[in-house]
């Protein structure tokens, strides 16, 4: 049975008093494979890599990032990017990765794979309309990705909103939009839920819990429930103050000593 979002928050899994929900992906690429790439290409290897990281952390929820997954793949076929080089037309290249049947197939995959054998509720983290535009605009030619905007975003999100359905069945304890900007000096163009209508109107009729993630934390679509972010400095051993919200969604670094994480783990009562 899937534990939602809103479950594990209410009575998080571990006993901890609020919530956590868990991006490890760089920390355990770190301690466990030592830097070496992560096994995308092999679904229960990267289950079994996701789990091995889940089962020593033990986070309430735990971050699936497929940007990881379509980074990677960008990088290894050419023949993608060529396709996605095609038109110059705004949201041209987002589409055309998204609706590649074959690398669609392997992402289902690896999320059905991962969902099955994960010890823990697992959240879908996927980049937001705008950041995945913005991310993918260079394809077309053009490096100009100031220039993008809301209607640039909402339309981008039928693309991605088509594509979710694929994973509507899956035992996810919510959706994760994550808008952060790619590059963190780059102007900022804030789009709201408003604009992702055909994403929250494809969550809600599968009964999928959809927040959005920027660089202070995560609103939850319809619901006042808000995170705040676990600075990463947290997991350095460093004094931080908590900050008061309804769960906490941090990110260790790669960088982090295990002795010390493990230490700051179980500071979290």
Not at 5 to 22: D, E, M, N, V
Not at 97 to 123: E, F, H, N
Not at 177 to 197: E, K, N
Request: overall charge negative; charged content about 15%.
């Amino acid at each position: 049975m899937t534990t939602s979002l809103l479950t594990a928050i209410a009575s998080p899994p571990s006993g901890r008093a609020t919530a956590l929900l868990l991006d490890h992906h760089a920390y355990a690429q770190s301690v466990f494979l030592r830097n070496r790439p992560a096994p995308w290409d092999d679904p229960t290897s990267y289950a079994r890599f996701f789990n091995q990281a889940q089962g020593l952390l033990k986070p309430d929820l735990a971050i699936l990032d497929l940007n990881h997954f379509y980074t990677h793949h960008l990088e290894q076929n050419p023949a993608l990017r060529d396709s996605m080089s095609q038109k110059k037309r705004t949201g041209y290249a987002l589409r055309t990765m998204l609706a590649d049947k074959g690398l669609t197939r392997s992402v289902i995959d690896l999320a059905q794979t991962l969902t099955a054998m994960a010890s823990g509720p697992v959240v879908l983290q996927i980049p937001s309309p705008m950041q995945w535009l913005r991310a993918t605009h260079h394809y077309s030619g053009s490096s100009d990705i100031d220039s993008l905007d809301a209607d640039d975003a909402e339309n981008s999100s039928m693309y991605v909103a088509d594509w979710l359905r694929g994973f509507a069945a899956l035992p996810f304890a919510a959706i994760l939009l994550d808008d952060r900007p790619i590059d963190p000096s780059a102007p900022t163009t804030p789009v709201g839920y408003d604009a992702y209508t055909p994403i929250t109107n494809i969550t809600a009729h599968y009964r999928l819990i959809v927040g959005m993630r920027d660089s202070h934390g995560v609103t939850l679509h319809q619901q006042t429930i808000r995170g705040s972010v676990l600075p990463e400095n947290y997991w350095r051993g460093e004094q931080t103050t908590l900050p008061p919200c309804d769960f906490h969604i941090t990110q260790i670094p790669a960088t982090a000593v295990p002795e010390v994480v493990l230490n700051q783990l179980a500071q979290l009562k």
